[in-house]
């Protein structure tokens, strides 16, 4: 079966510091991996994806994301934290072999940025 | 909101009674899904559709019926609204089915609704 977890609720950091949202999965093929960010009374906007080669995924906004096959993590990271950053962080997988191709989504993480 | 809209954005329904969601693509898209948000559970998947006429249950499809008639046009309706279906949903489409080659989903902007 395929899940995804994000351990942690919230994660409060200062601007300018480093920012790490964390996620593992569980399915049973090879994964593909997506973060999207959903900001008040918005839908979610796609932020970055893993398919397939580096493990280190650039995205938008300055994100980026590593992908360890060995302790099934997606951790989301920023180098330096903006205010503007400030949102709910959802990490979500699907199953290369899936023939339904359906993404499951984690809970959700609420990244707060103070200045 | 990459060419996708819901209407209504927000409704306020009575129990018991009927209410249909709407989402509008302009991209083409041969995928379409409907989610629910609700706090604590994240975005779960409730029906999604795979072309005209071809539709499937997600994983929260009790109290739900979709149709799609045109490519363009996804339809969610909750035949008899309870008010555990107090939740916002989302109408998310996607170019190919994700795990062909990884494409991602776009999301709409999402529809308050509230069962009293």
């Known amino acids: 079966a395929q899940s995804v977890a994000q351990p942690e609720d919230q994660v409060n950091v200062a601007e300018g510091n480093p920012l790490t949202v964390k996620c593992t999965y569980s399915?049973?093929?090879?994964?593909?991996l997506f973060w999207y960010v959903q900001y008040p009374n918005r839908g979610l906007q796609f932020l970055l994806k893993?398919?397939?080669?580096?493990?280190l995924v650039k995205g938008s906004y300055g994100f980026e994301a590593e992908f360890n096959k060995s302790q099934t993590s997606f951790h989301l990271k920023k180098p330096s934290a903006l205010v503007s950053d400030s949102a709910l962080y959802f990490c979500a997988v699907i199953d290369r072999g899936s023939t339904l191709g359906r993404l499951y989504f984690g809970r959700g993480t609420q990244l707060t940025v103070w200045p | 909101d990459a060419g996708i809209t819901q209407s209504p954005r927000h409704k306020v329904t009575e129990t018991g009674t009927p209410v249909t969601l709407r989402c509008h693509q302009t991209e083409n898209h041969r995928y379409m899904y409907w989610y629910r948000q609700d706090p604590g559970h994240g975005l779960r998947l409730i029906h999604y559709s795979y072309g005209v006429k071809d539709t499937d249950k997600g994983e929260v499809s009790d109290g739900y019926s979709v149709s799609r008639s045109k490519t363009e046009d996804f339809l969610l309706t909750l035949e008899s609204a309870t008010s555990s279906q107090t939740s916002v949903y989302f109408c998310?489409?996607?170019?190919?089915?994700?795990?062909?080659?990884?494409?991602?989903?776009?999301f709409g902007p999402g529809t308050r609704l509230t069962v009293l």
């Open positions: 893993y398919i397939t080669g580096d493990n």
């Open positions: 399915v049973s093929g090879n994964p593909y």
């Open positions: 998310a489409i996607s170019e190919s089915r994700a795990s062909g080659i990884g494409n991602e989903q776009f």
